[in-house]
């Protein structure tokens, strides 16, 4: 990949991570998906200490509970999927069009870089990934066993 580039270009791998989270008792019960980013050529190290703030929340979506108090079950989960897919399209187009013309950005060494963000790696549980890869609950999106044994 690095080699594709223009000379003096590098590849910022992007991490995004997510996981559903319960808001305060107050909020009348709502959940919401936090999606956070950080970069893949940070530390582990740092990445993992809060007060480094490597890790940065970009947006929650909101996850809604009745999206068409006429539709079945099944239509209310097809729709909720719709919602989270064109969410995370929106919030993720503009990394695209950065990953294929490059940023300019300054760098610890105080000199302005070309650099092209690519999504590197997705972070989920289970739940999240069945959402993100369209897969029905139960079923394994690593293998292709026809149930997951956990």
Do not use: W
Not at 89 to 95: K, T, Y
């Amino acid at each position: 990949m690095q080699a594709k580039l223009p000379e003096g270009s590098c590849v910022a791998p992007v991490i995004i991570a997510m996981d559903k989270t319960q808001l305060t008792q107050f909020s009348g019960g709502q959940q919401v998906y936090p999606v956070y980013l950080t970069l893949g050529n940070i530390p582990h190290t740092i990445q993992c200490k809060p007060s480094m703030q490597a890790c940065m929340l970009i947006v929650y979506l909101p996850v809604e509970k009745f999206m068409g108090h006429n539709l079945s079950k099944a239509a209310q989960s097809a729709r909720m999927h719709r919602v989270f897919h064109k969410s995370m399209r929106l919030l993720l187009e503009p990394l695209i069009k950065a990953g294929l013309e490059g940023i300019e950005i300054v760098g610890g060494d105080r000199h302005v870089h070309r650099v092209h963000p690519i999504l590197a790696c997705y972070v989920a549980n289970y739940l999240e990934q069945c959402l993100v890869t369209c897969c029905k609950f139960g079923t394994c999106q690593v293998s292709s066993e026809t149930e997951c044994t956990g």
